[in-house]
């Protein structure tokens, strides 16, 4: 969808749970991604993912684009490099190690820099930018496999993580959301008006 998914997303959940034959009363946690992506897609699903969380009493985990697209890989012993299309020149990207634990921070880059951020090793790239990666890495002469597993997000991924997430430490009910992550300020922004007040002397 182009537009309208914040008027698409609630009835779209309630038609998940009515096809499972479950209410919002048998639910357990909310899960939602975080980031990165669309600014407006993020503010939807994490505004969605607040008001279920509190209407339900139910605790909300966010887990962010890079560490979903990260664990739908198939294992392979060596660092693994996600990377998702900004929709603009750079991309946003993450490493993780061979067990898919996320090393260092995420950040939004330029593709032709990425060898520069890279340990000097072969390294796995997946995600949504991962032909644009996997293209500059083979002009400076990187070693680096591309992998098929999901680019995009997944429920049953995102579910299972925050799942896992939960176990550890569980968050209170219907507080505490989760945080958007934007690695870049947003491409519009809104300007203070000036007020100016003429008076007769």
């Given amino acids: 969808m182009e537009r309208g998914q914040s008027e698409a997303l609630v009835p779209m959940i309630r038609d998940v749970l009515g096809a499972s ?30 008001a279920l ?3 339900a009493r139910l605790p909300v985990v966010g887990v962010t684009t890079f560490e979903v697209v990260a664990i739908a890989q198939v294992a392979i012993d060596m660092p693994l ?7 603009r020149s750079d991309c946003y990207v993450q490493l993780f ?19 520069e951020i890279l340990p000097p090793m072969k390294v796995a790239v997946a995600g949504t930018a991962a032909d644009a990666v996997k293209t500059a890495l083979d002009a ?8 098929n597993g999901q680019d995009y997000p997944h429920a049953i991924q995102v579910a299972a993580l925050a799942a896992e997430r939960a176990a550890h430490a569980m968050p209170r009910r219907g507080e505490n959301p ?14 203070a008006a000036k007020t100016t007040i003429k008076t007769k002397s």
């Fill in 81 to 87: 490099l996600v990377a998702i299309d900004s929709k």
């Fill in 97 to 115: 190690d061979e067990n898919r634990v996320a090393v260092g921070s995420a950040s939004a880059i330029l593709p032709s820099a990425i060898e």
């Fill in 53 to 55: 969380a509190l209407a």
């Fill in 140 to 147: 400076s002469d990187r070693e680096s496999i591309r992998l």
């Fill in 178 to 191: 989760p945080d958007p992550v934007y690695l870049r300020p947003p491409d519009v922004t809104v300007v």
């Fill in 21 to 50: 034959g479950l209410r919002f009363d048998d639910l357990d946690l909310i899960a939602t991604t975080v980031g990165p992506g669309a600014f407006t897609g993020l503010r939807i699903c994490l505004a969605t993912a607040r």
